[in-house]
Every structure is written in structure tokens, then in C-alpha cells.
């Protein structure tokens, strides 16, 4: 009983004791193999603390009891490898190198680099000496902290340019396949790993991010089918956990955004580095689609939805993505040309729910309107800066708040109906573009909604009038263009101008109404003429009318004054007054002296013409008796 408990805490320990290697921070080749009479070159990883800098590095070789040191930072050789063994160490780089000379057969073996005083840091190494004459590849090793990133090339020959290209991960018995060329993915690794083709045929490049403690291990990239042809280098990648993460720069593996609204990726860089290109991409299975850099190269499909803030003082660029789609789910990369681990990529998914902020999609006006463009946003940004911004594949600078800045733009917002404001006094046809409404909370750029305004019609005389014209005038030189012709009258009459020549179609037309229009102006004015000259006539000649036509009694009584029918009879009126009767729009004429006698009542047109007849008649009478008495 006492065998059988003391087997299970020997069990037990040594459990322990491989936790504990696995999860040691030190790493280095696990095998290393050099010639006979030749040298070998071991390469070991620290974590670069305060501590590990300054503390003691070995290298040892074990025995069934203890692990002898052979070498150590302090200066100490053992006497067997004096002239044959030396160590070096890079304390800003987290390395120390150990070499080897003059390698014999007694030297193979298991052996120990370490960091501490003790022996509880330390990586195992396998030594072998060959005595063949070609040297087997070694392993490249990463050493790379949590949430970091693999970058690295495989280089093979150009016969193997259209060969299967691929990255597999060793177990025991085989190496399972994490990427290939074919589309195939191990789901583990997804939106993790990218294979890329290099410009060398026979060559690709692989970067696998995001990195985890199980990511440790042996991998093989390769060409053609492993174990059947091709060849295969083999990558040993040990993960380390990172004692403390640099305050404020934690890594997005999720973001989560609703459709129409928009999301914000952050991306690390060193600021001091040699960092050149900074951008995003789209992974895909087959490699990853860059969507914009910061030389201001923006993918079309993306216009007016994607923007890039560089922050040169943190070390942070931020993408923002809005206008959401469905298929804008998937994972995204941040990537730059410095330092292999500032990659890294985040998994974006498309949840329901309704944009916080709201607002028109698109509108349209007329050049020379005014207009305002406005923005809605809930009382969670209540705190938050507002801004309106003009869209630009470079940046989407805001425009000044409250002010009227050199663009005739006036940026307002109502805090009591949450209502963020851009107004034009009158759009140009320059405005024409997409606008964002955003909040922002110090240097964090929160959520956006975007606006394409679209403006119809120019001013007179600018610069698009020109080219208009020039354009159409091209046209209209072309005979029989009757598009061309159609859409200079158009522009024409829209910007104000007239045409200074005319197509042959619209002289015809021409000619057609006018050979129309002047006869029937003729005839008008003819039967106007006529009208008027008749009506003229029967008034002047109205007392020749003959007496055969003409029947009425007569009363002497009603030719008392005669000359008050004559075309004189208001000549001595002074002055006329108009008053309004009764509120009709009826005037009531008096002379200007008050005292003057009333005149008789007015007669009518008809009765007038009565009277004036049988005057007519009376002299007519006295004529004829006067003429038969002088003739007697």
C-alpha cells in the first residue's frame, strides 16, 4: 500500500514538474546538431523584466542527479570546456547566445540554458554531433509574448512555383494542416492566419496573430503534401505570457456593430520605430484585401464609409468603418511594415439593433440653396464632443464648432433637443460630397453616421458652366447630333445663357412659327382697324341717318338749351373729386366752387343721339324754307 501511494506522489511531482517546464518563460532550439571537430550555436529567450536583465544566464549539462554548469554570464567555465565554451548576453533583446567549439562525440547529450541562481528557469536542449558532411536545416524559433504575431518567409525553388503551399502544425504521428493555398483552414486559427504569395515564384510568406499560450509548437511551411513531396522548413514558436501589458493598450478580439451604424478598430504601432506603411485589411481565406493606408489609398467600394486617424504621439492609428452591411462581417488586420508583433486582427460581427446616431442617408439640392444637415444622438453622448466633418480618402478633419469657419459653414448644436447641426448658407457645387456626424471622447473616436449630399445644377458663369459648354459645343459640332444639339439648349437655358448659334432643326421650327404667327398677327390688327374705324364713323356720322329709319314723337319742351348737348357741355369744371360710394369702387365728380348751380341730370348715349337727330332735322327744315323763299 505504502509502493502504491508513494508511485502516485512520484506521478504527481513529475506532473508537476512538466507544468512547470511548460509554462517557463525561457525558450530556446530543442535540438541543436553540429559536426565533428565543428561549432554550434545556441540562441535562448528571456523575458526582458527588470530582474531577468540583470540576473545570472548558464548553460548546463544534465546527469541523473543535478545539471552541471559548463558556462554562466558570471565568467565561470568548467575546466572541460575551457577555450571551447563561451556565452554572451543581450539584455535589451531577451536573448543570450551560447557557442561551442571543437564539438566531440562525449559532448551529445541533454543540456539546460537558464536564467536564476537556481535551477527552476531553464529550457531542455538536445545535442547531437554528426559526422556526416551536410548539415540538416535547423528550426527557425519565435519567441513571441501573448496576443503577439508570427511573420516569416518560406522560400523554396522556382520548380515548385505551382505547388501547394502550406502551413501545418506537428503532432506526434502527423502535421495537421492550419492553412493551404487550396482555401483550407483549420477553425482554430481562423481570421488568425494569412498566407500570402511572394513576388520570388516558389515562395509565400505566413503571419499568424493573436497568438496563445497553446499556440506553442512545432509548425512545418511547406510545398506540395507533407511526407509524400515536396519540401519543408520547420518554425518553432514558443508563446510567453507578458508579465504586464502597457497601460491602455489592450488588443479588440470582438467587435460587435449594428446595420447602417459603424464601429472603430484600433491599431498598435511603435511611434518610435521605423514604421512606413500603416493599414487594414479584410481576411479572407486566400489572403487579405487592404481596405485603406495612410499614403490615403482607400478601396472604391469603400468610399465615404471608411476613415483613418493617425495618432503619431500614442502610437495608435483608428480605422472607422460605418455605413455596416452584412457582409462587412469578418475579421480585419491591422498591419504595418515595423516590428513583426505590432499585427494584429480583430473579428468583427453583425448584431441587431439601431444606430444611436440618426439622420438623413442622402439628399439632394439645388445650387445656391441653403441648407442644413442635421444629426440626432441619444442622451449617452450627452457628455461626449460632437463634431461634422467633410469625408476625405486621407482624414475627415472636423469642421470648427459654433464659429463660421473659411468654408461658410456653420456648425451648431441644440443640447436640448440633441440635435447636432451643419449649415450652408448657400451650397456650392464644390460641397457636393459625403459628410460625417461623429462623437469623440478625448482622443477616442466613437460612433459616426454618414450623409452624401449631392447638389444640382451651377451658378452662372463657374467653372462647370464652362466645361459644360466647351463639352456641349464639342457636341454640336458634330452634324446631326441631335442628342448633343438637345442637351446644349438644356444646359443653356439651366445656367441662364442663350445659344449663340442654332441647330438646323430648331431653324425650321423657327421659320414653321413664324410664317404662322405673322399672318394671324395681321388679320388682328387689320379687324382691330376696321372695328375701330367703323365704330368711329357711326358715331361722327350718326345724324345722317335717314329720317325714313327714324320715328319718334317730339316735344318742343325738350330742346330748352340745345348746347348742352354739345361735346363741350363739362368744359367748365375745375376740379374733380373722387369718394368712394357705399365701398363699391364708384366715384361722385363735383366741381370746386360749392355755390355753382347743380347741373341737370346726365342723359344717356342713346338719348343724346335722339336729340342731336332732331336738332338736325329743325335746321334742316328752316334751311330748306329759307332757300324756297328766296327763290320766289
Not at 33 to 43: N, R
Not at 49 to 75: A, F, L
Not at 434 to 448: H, L, M
Amino acid at each position: 500500500m505504502t509502493f502504491l501511494v508513494f508511485i502516485f506522489l512520484l506521478a504527481f511531482v513529475q506532473d508537476g514538474a512538466s507544468d512547470i517546464l511548460t509554462s517557463s518563460p525561457i525558450f530556446g532550439p530543442r535540438q541543436v546538431i553540429g559536426l565533428m571537430d565543428g561549432s554550434v550555436t545556441v540562441k535562448c529567450f528571456y523575458p526582458t523584466t527588470r530582474v531577468n536583465r540583470h540576473d545570472r544566464k548558464y548553460w548546463c549539462r544534465e546527469t541523473t542527479r543535478r545539471c552541471s554548469t559548463i558556462v554562466s554570464s558570471t565568467g565561470y567555465v568548467s575546466r572541460e570546456y575551457e577555450g571551447r565554451a563561451t556565452i554572451t548576453d543581450f539584455p535589451e533583446n531577451g536573448i543570450f547566445i551560447v557557442e561551442i567549439s571543437g564539438l566531440r562525440r562525449s559532448d551529445m547529450g541533454s543540456y539546460k540554458c537558464g536564467v536564476g541562481i537556481n535551477d527552476k528557469l531553464f529550457y531542455r536542449v538536445k545535442l547531437d554531433v554528426s559526422e556526416d558532411s551536410v548539415m540538416p536545416g535547423e528550426a527557425q524559433l519565435f519567441y513571441i509574448k501573448q496576443q503577439g504575431t508570427v511573420t516569416t518567409s518560406c522560400t523554396f525553388g522556382k520548380e515548385y512555383a505551382n505547388e501547394r503551399k502550406y502551413l501545418c502544425r506537428m503532432a506526434k504521428t502527423q502535421c495537421s494542416t492550419v492553412i493551404d493555398t487550396y482555401g483550407n483552414v483549420d477553425p482554430s486559427y481562423k481570421g488568425r492566419v494569412l498566407l500570402n504569395h511572394n513576388e520570388v515564384p516558389g515562395s509565400f510568406n505566413i503571419f499568424m496573430t493573436q497568438l496563445k499560450r497553446q499556440d506553442s509548437g512545432v509548425y512545418l511551411c511547406g510545398v506540395g503534401s507533407y511526407g509524400e513531396s515536396g519540401e519543408s522548413k520547420e518554425l518553432n514558436i514558443h508563446v510567453y505570457e507578458e508579465p504586464s501589458l502597457p497601460k491602455g493598450k489592450v488588443e479588440q478580439p470582438l467587435l460587435k456593430g449594428v446595420l447602417n451604424g459603424s464601429v472603430s478598430v484600433e491599431c498598435y504601432y511603435d511611434p518610435k520605430g521605423n514604421v512606413t506603411l500603416k493599414y487594414l485589411c479584410k481576411w479572407r481565406k486566400y489572403g487579405c484585401t487592404e481596405l485603406i493606408n495612410n499614403f490615403g489609398d482607400v478601396l472604391d467600394s469603400y468610399e465615404g464609409r471608411i476613415v483613418m486617424h493617425d495618432n503619431l504621439e500614442n502610437g495608435t492609428f483608428t480605422v472607422i468603418l460605418n455605413q455596416l452591411q452584412e457582409n462587412d462581417e469578418g475579421y480585419y488586420w491591422c498591419m504595418t511594415d515595423g516590428e513583426q508583433e505590432k499585427k494584429s486582427s480583430t473579428e468583427l460581427k453583425i448584431i441587431e439593433g439601431q444606430p444611436s446616431l440618426r439622420g438623413p442617408k442622402e439628399i439632394n439640392i439645388i445650387a445656391g440653396s441653403s441648407l442644413s444637415l442635421i444629426c440626432s444622438y441619444p442622451c449617452k453622448y450627452y457628455s461626449y464632443n460632437k463634431y461634422w466633418c467633410k469625408w476625405k480618402n486621407t482624414a475627415c478633419d472636423p469642421l470648427i464648432s459654433y464659429e463660421q469657419n473659411q468654408t461658410g459653414l456653420v456648425v451648431t448644436c441644440d443640447q436640448d433637443s440633441r440635435i447636432l447641426s451643419l449649415n450652408f448658407d448657400q451650397v456650392a457645387p464644390t460641397d457636393q460630397g459625403w459628410y460625417w456626424c461623429g462623437v469623440k471622447r478625448a482622443s477616442y473616436y466613437g460612433e459616426t453616421m454618414a450623409v452624401y449630399l449631392r447638389v444640382q445644377g451651377v451658378f452662372p458663369g463657374s467653372e462647370e458652366v464652362l466645361n459644360a459648354e466647351s463639352s456641349n459645343d464639342a457636341a454640336i459640332s458634330m452634324p446631326g447630333s441631335k442628342k448633343a444639339n438637345s442637351h446644349l439648349s438644356k444646359s443653356k437655358i439651366a445656367a441662364g445663357a442663350e445659344s449663340p448659334t442654332e441647330s438646323p432643326v430648331e431653324d425650321n421650327n423657327s421659320k414653321v412659327l413664324l410664317s404662322v404667327l405673322i399672318p394671324l398677327g395681321v388679320v388682328f390688327l387689320l379687324l382691330a382697324t376696321i372695328f375701330a374705324f367703323v365704330k368711329f364713323k357711326l358715331f361722327k356720322n350718326s345724324d345722317r341717318v335717314s329720317v325714313a329709319s327714324y320715328r319718334t314723337n317730339i316735344s318742343l319742351t325738350d330742346f330748352e338749351n340745345p348746347r348742352q348737348y354739345g361735346a363741350k357741355e363739362n368744359v367748365c369744371m375745375e376740379e374733380a373729386h373722387e369718394t368712394q360710394l357705399d365701398g363699391m369702387n364708384e366715384y361722385a365728380i363735383t366741381t370746386g366752387s360749392p355755390k355753382e348751380v347743380p347741373k341737370k341730370p346726365k342723359r344717356g348715349s342713346k338719348e343724346e343721339a335722339e336729340m342731336a337727330y332732331t336738332t338736325f332735322l329743325l335746321k334742316s327744315e328752316n334751311i330748306s324754307a329759307i332757300s324756297s323763299s328766296q327763290q320766289q
